[in-house]
């Protein structure tokens, strides 16, 4: 007889100590859902938070803030679609949460109920590491091709952006150079051939544009004083 495998408990007990950095975020899209009867973002807010359970960003908070905030950004701009937030807030686990998914992402379907489109959005946006300029290219053309999957991306680059205080230089010289090559013309061409989200893409443009602008001045002025000293 095949073994049962149950993959991690699904509940809505919160970890005191840790939950103050993502309770707002978690009980405003939990609170949006409720009211739009959005339920595979409420099956997929419960999940994001038991895998990613144990992780934490370079800055300390727990992982999961990330997604909420990609998610929540998401809502702020208009976004409102059942499949798009609840891939938002699973965007990393194929990613990062591997140790707890061992078909694969496949048990995500099988023994939660995510809608297999979500399972896809959340492949197209799983990267490898260690990728050059041409691989790049290809991996973001994907994404491009889905606007749902775009929105999410482009919601996942702001918020990283946002903290790229605790990269190196060198990585945080290479992360807004991708974003200037790949990110920036994304964002252009979704805004021109996605009417339907014209508004969200022309709002994460602006903004992602504003922040690795402000990020690149600060790094040059940095190397300049390095160089000078």
């Known amino acids: 007889m095949k073994e049962e495998k149950q993959i ?12 103050a950095s993502y309770m707002k975020s978690y009980m405003f899209i939990k609170g949006f859902a409720v009211g739009r009867d ?9 999940l994001a938070r038991q895998l990613h359970e144990g992780q934490y ?28 937030l609840a891939a938002a807030l699973l965007h990393d686990v194929l990613e990062d949460c591997g140790d ?5 992402g496949k048990e995500l379907v099988s023994e939660y109920g995510i809608q297999q489109e ?27 091709e889905n ?14 952006s946002s903290t790229l205080y ?16 790949f990110l920036i013309p994304m964002a252009s ?22 922040m690795n602008h402000s990020m690149d001045i600060m790094l040059c002025k940095i190397e300049s004083m390095e160089k000078g000293g």
Request: charged share 25%.
């Open 8 to 19: 991690i408990q699904m509940n809505d007990q919160f970890d005191e100590n840790e939950s």
């Open 166 to 181: 605790t990269f190196t230089f060198p990585k945080m010289r290479k992360y807004i150079r991708e974003t200037s090559m």
């Open 38 to 46: 959005l339920k595979q973002v409420m099956i997929a807010l419960s």
């Open 57 to 84: 960003r370079k800055d300390g908070v727990p992982y999961i803030f990330h997604p909420l905030k990609v998610c929540s950004t998401l809502i702020s701009y208009g976004i409102e679609d059942d499949v798009t």
């Open 189 to 210: 061409y979704c805004k021109k051939y996605y009417p339907e989200y014209t508004n969200a893409f022309s709002i994460l443009k602006s903004n992602i544009e504003s």
């Open 118 to 144: 979500i399972l896809e959005i959340i492949r197209l946006l799983t990267k490898e590491s260690g990728l050059n300029d041409h691989e790049l290219s290809v991996y973001f053309k994907r994404i491009e």
């Open 147 to 160: 606007p749902k999957a775009s929105l999410i991306k482009l919601s996942d680059r702001l918020h990283n």
């Open 100 to 104: 707890k998914l061992s078909l694969c």
